[in-house]
């Protein structure tokens, strides 16, 4: 497993009984649903648990913007490009909040922002994969969406006040952009066959993708079981990701597209989808860097931090300048 796993001080998750004093009232309020805000005591692996994720998820959503970029110039009327491009400003905003969000847990933007650059930081997997066609951006939006809402819907809901609360806002909005990428799916597959081929050929090539953005299968999660102590998960990654492809396959037959997996079966026994064995040596190799797109996400990620930096100065100028001035009278 290829984490950077935070140490937790244990080696099993300690019961109750076995917590020192602060650190049981600590869970107990926590599992009796109160929220922990900023100021309240915390176990420092609390902390860097919800520093990691927040801002993992907060690289994700900046550099998620980078695929879906690649398109705004190509957009096929003027109407789908204003949509993109406020789907991709929504994006941002995401990225805003959750910065926001991490630095409540006394971290600074800038060492943030540097682990990301410096390839130290981990985004979201999907991500360093090419958008080929105008359907990814129907796919992205429908699968990539879809699955972030679903992961993100029990994140309202979990411990931490700032997280949770960003995640109301977050979940709105992508349930707009999961839509916006069904429409754009149902356009094409009423269209020509290239187009309906064309949709086909991009649900090939996001579905396994879109699956691993759950991370590993539960008996791989290296983090789970103390997240879900601190309620910091809801769900397991294997619920999440069962509900993913209950929720999507009847989907891609409104669509009359084909799941691109031969295992795929309803299991009426369980009342779930069986589907077949995802390969995790993708998976892994996308988190070590090699997966197709890596190295231009990050080269091109950075290069608009520096081509940023002049704006950025003039600001801190301005500010400075306004500070230095004479109160007016
Ligand atoms: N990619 O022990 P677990 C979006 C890492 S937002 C890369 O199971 P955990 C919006 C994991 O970090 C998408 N790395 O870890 C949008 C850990 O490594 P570490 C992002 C992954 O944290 C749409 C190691 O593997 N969403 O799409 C991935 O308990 C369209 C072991 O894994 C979030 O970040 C992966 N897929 O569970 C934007 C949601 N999966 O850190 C633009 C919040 C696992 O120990 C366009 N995050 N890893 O070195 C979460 O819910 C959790 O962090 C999980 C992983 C479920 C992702």
Request: glycine share 6%.
């Amino acid at each position: 497993m290829y984490a950077q796993l935070v140490d937790t001080g244990a080696q099993r998750l300690r019961t109750l009984e076995e917590l020192p004093p602060e650190e049981r009232s600590f869970q107990e309020r926590i599992d009796a649903g109160i929220k922990i805000e900023p100021k309240d005591w915390m176990p420092e692996a609390y902390r860097k648990t919800l520093v990691r994720q927040i801002s993992q998820h907060a690289h994700s959503e900046i550099v998620g913007q980078l695929p879906e970029g690649n398109w705004v110039t190509r957009a096929p009327t003027l109407k789908r490009k204003a949509i993109l491009l406020a789907k991709i400003q929504d994006e941002a905003g995401h990225g805003l909040y959750l910065y926001s969000a991490a630095e409540t847990l006394g971290v600074s933007r800038d060492e943030l922002l540097d682990a990301l650059h410096s390839g130290k930081a981990k985004y979201s997997s999907i991500f360093n994969y090419p958008t080929l066609t105008w359907a990814d951006m129907g796919a992205i939006g429908w699968l990539v969406d879809g699955s972030a809402i679903i992961n993100q819907i029990p994140l309202c809901r979990c411990s931490y006040g700032p997280y949770s609360r960003a995640m109301i806002r977050v979940c709105k909005e992508e349930s707009f952009h999961a839509r916006q990428g069904y429409d754009i799916m149902l356009a094409l597959v009423r269209g020509s066959a290239e187009q309906r081929q064309m949709a086909q050929d991009a649900l090939n090539r996001w579905w396994w993708p879109a699956l691993m953005m759950f991370g590993p299968s539960d008996s791989d999660s290296v983090n789970s079981a103390q997240s879900a102590q601190w309620r910091i998960k809801l769900h397991s990654n294997d619920e999440l990701r069962q509900r993913m492809v209950d929720q999507t396959v009847p989907q891609a037959e409104h669509l009359g597209l084909t799941v691109p997996d031969p295992d795929l079966r309803w299991n009426e026994e369980r009342g779930h989808y069986d589907f077949g064995e995802i390969d995790w040596s993708e998976f892994h190799d996308v988190l070590k860097g090699n997966g197709p797109c890596n190295r231009e996400r990050l080269r091109t990620r950075v290069r608009a931090y520096e081509d940023g930096r002049w704006f950025r100065d003039a600001l801190v100028a301005h500010a400075d300048k306004l500070a230095a001035q004479p109160e007016a009278a």
